[in-house]
DNA sequence: ACCTGAACACCGTTCAAGT
DNA sequence: ACCTGAACACCGTTCAAGT
């Protein structure tokens, strides 16, 4: 049973680490953020739960590994939603705010590990940070443009994509939890228009 | 060790399971959500950890009653926050949403069971659903006050509602994911104002 | 009726030993 | 250098046995 699974070669000399981590990624989507143990993504690659230790600390670290990657792809799938978007700054960052929760309902369990377990306290992967900070990077550029053309309203930059932040975050938990009840994806993220464009109302030069 | 933590009277005939519950809810916030273990809540009861069992059907079941508590205890905070304000029908969502802020991060932990495990998949724990529904209520009061008032923008009562509690949700959560830096809860609930005011500037009638 | 004690399967982590 | 096998402490859950 351990042993199944298959992948043939030994990963002497693969590299097991990037291996532990897409493996984790696959057991996490199939058995939710709660079920993944060590145990599971090692025997999927076809391994010993103990040869983990050899490329990660402990399970928290291939945790944030896993997140990291995570907020490198959002970055990614957020920067060429907003460069898709022909509109101005407004549409851009509604685009920024859909595509945000196109992310969060599309990799529910990673999204979960990225905001889940108190990851990342005391400082340990400073990567991990550096990942984010991509996120908020976009963010900011598209609302200073907007500042800039006099549609997105004065003020704080950093309060005004914390506030996009929020609600995009706040809107994909709710819907994870089930406390948001929609039908599937398309009505989510429909739902989601309907309501992120009276906040972004709020958030325009008056 | 594990009988240590005193209690001395016998459970026999006394409510081991709300005995259960409040002590669960102390380690909660000792040793954050994750570290919550049924063993070490019976200790501090002062019975064997098996005989929780004869109360809660498991882990689970024992963790939405804390949420149920957690929520039927923010439901009566929020009343009173809405209750005391002496302003129009927007002056009391500014204060429903720093009520309930202000609740999250004074039960951090709690507020993390409240929303944290997937509890209440395929429908246990009904009265959990109810004691959701009480906060829900409580919004919507105000929303159709103000909108009878004019103050508040026409439409679906329930969908300002829902943006109203994503909001402050998200803020929380980010708060303690420590995403939204911030120094003390005077801080953060100060922050929190600023960025709510522009949201409710649009969810106000035009 | 309610709780204890002991067992079971499972987990994360460690470490000597193999190659 | 990298992985295995076996051990350790701990967990949730079950159940026969005590009172």
Redesign the interface.
Known sequence: MAKAGAKRGSYHHGDLARALEAAAITVLEER?P?GLTLREVAAAVGVTHAAAYRHFEDKTALLAAVAEQGFRALALGLAAAVDREPGDALARLRAFGEAYVAFALDHPAQYGVM????L??SGRFPSLEDA?GEVVTIVAKDIKAGQAAGRV?PGRTR?IG??I???????A??VH????KVKNRAVALEYFQ??FA??????EAE
């Open positions: 939710g709660d905001f889940g377990p108190r990342n306290e984010i309203r309060d914390m506030s932040w929020i609600f995009s975050h706040g809107y938990e709710l939890r089930r406390r948001v309907t309501l009276p906040v972004l109302r709020g958030l």
